[in-house]
């Protein structure tokens, strides 16, 4: 079942391509996330045999990273914090949700901008408060690029070393199995690494709502 779940998921990725990419990563920069944990690994996996180019897959996240951001940044500035708050639970953005992006934009700025592009359950708001605040949009977009640059590098860096060793990933059931035994700390340390991020963000936040 795991397999197969992987080989569709796998497929999909390759027959939607740049564009596809593209759009799932727009969509993880807005309110209704696609998490770049499984759009950029995959793609990297195909780049590493022969069917894409990983430095086009980087590039072209990085753009629908920053094409998703700015479209939050823009409604979010052209509507106003009252519809947003009001509104927002349509599209999961609880009031606290909101609250949490506004301590933090408040408390580290265009700083907060870089690091939240590599955090869990922050990067994906940000853009929101960036927009209340109207932000130098320039500044924004700058940290945006930076920020989701690094993370989404380092992503197709992972979906290399881990996926791109193995060509019969596709057909052989055996060669995922091998994968999961052989690369096993990879996936630990994958796992470790989203755990401390996970932290740190928890932690940032509760500093960010103190200094408030």
Known sequence: MLHHLLVVWMQFVLDWGYLGVF????????????????????????????????????????????????????????????IVERYGRYVLL????????DHWFDAYGAGGIFVARLLPGIRHLISIPAGLFKMNFRLFSIMTILGAGLFNGALAWFGIKVLGDQ????????????????????????????????????????????QA
Do not use: C
């Not at 920069?29 to 069917?51: C, D, K």
């Not at 479209?71 to 914090?81: H, N, P, Q, T, V």
């Not at 999961?180 to 690494?193: D, N, Q, R, T």
């Open 167 to 210: 060509p019969a990933l596709m057909k052989d059931p055996d060669a995922l199995r091998h994968t999961l035994e052989s690369k096993s700390y990879w996936l630990i340390g994958f796992a470790i690494v989203i755990a401390i991020l996970y932290a740190m963000m928890m932690w940032m936040q509760k500093h960010a709502k103190m």
């Open 94 to 101: 609880s009031p606290k949700k909101i609250e949490g992006a």
């Open 23 to 82: 759009v799932m990563m727009l969509f993880e920069s807005t309110a209704l996330p696609i998490p770049a944990e499984v759009v950029i690994p995959p793609a990297a996996y195909w780049a590493s045999q022969g069917r894409f180019n990983v430095v086009a897959i980087v590039m072209v996240a990085i753009a629908g990273s920053w094409a998703g951001s700015a479209l939050s940044y823009w409604i979010a500035w052209k509507l106003g914090r009252p």
